[in-house]
């Protein structure tokens, strides 16, 4: 009976959830369409006066999911004050999420995911680049699009390892001798960074 009435619970939650489940943002229509509600309040109030346009007027429609899943994962690296990549078709990238390393491939689930000081790798058959990320976000969608913004990308091989020891050495000292909270958590950033750094080296 026990095992009756716990069917028939999840039966009707599984229902429910079905029921109210709210739409992904991938689920919508590529299509870029004005917002009526805002069309019919500003024509009441306006009535000889056409509408503005919202920012979403002039931008580019969202491209459709394809139906079947790409072969490549699509990668664009942004800084802000370069693009290390633009539209890579690769196989794979490993993010280094504050979660933990999170590996894309083409078809994943459309994910954003704040990034931690890491290694980025970036797979194309056989060839693996990586590159150091000291933050930033990475947004991928349900397209087999993957954007990665981060503050700072260094390819790993271009990384000097005595002066990322002398940086582990030097914000280790001040986190000795710091006085102020602020001091602390500045030093603690670049502990944090250096040895993520060093880790790269290392690893």
Do not use: C
């Amino acid at each position: 009976m026990l095992r009756h009435g716990s069917r028939s619970l999840f039966n009707r939650a599984s229902a429910s959830s079905m029921r109210w489940r709210r739409q992904f943002s991938t689920d919508l229509p590529a299509e870029t369409a004005e917002d009526p509600k805002f069309v019919e309040s500003w024509k009441k109030m306006n009535p000889n006066m056409d509408p503005p346009k919202t920012p979403s007027a002039y931008m580019k429609p969202r491209p459709p999911t394809p139906a079947n899943i790409p072969s490549k994962l699509t990668v664009n690296l942004v800084l802000p004050y370069d693009s290390v990549l633009s539209s890579k078709e690769v196989d794979m990238v490993i993010v280094p999420a504050t979660t933990g390393q999170m590996g894309v491939l083409p078809g994943h689930v459309a994910t954003i995911a704040e990034l931690k000081p890491g290694i980025l790798s970036v797979h194309e058959g056989n060839d693996v680049i990586k590159y150091f990320l000291s933050s930033g976000f990475a947004f991928v969608h349900a397209n087999s699009v993957a954007d990665i913004i981060a503050i700072e990308a260094t390819p790993v091989d271009r990384l000097d390892p005595n002066l990322v020891q002398k940086g582990l050495a030097d914000f280790q000292q001040k986190l000795n001798t710091a006085s102020t909270d602020v001091e602390k958590a500045e030093a603690q950033i670049g502990i944090d960074v250096h040895s993520a750094l060093n880790a790269a080296l290392t690893g």
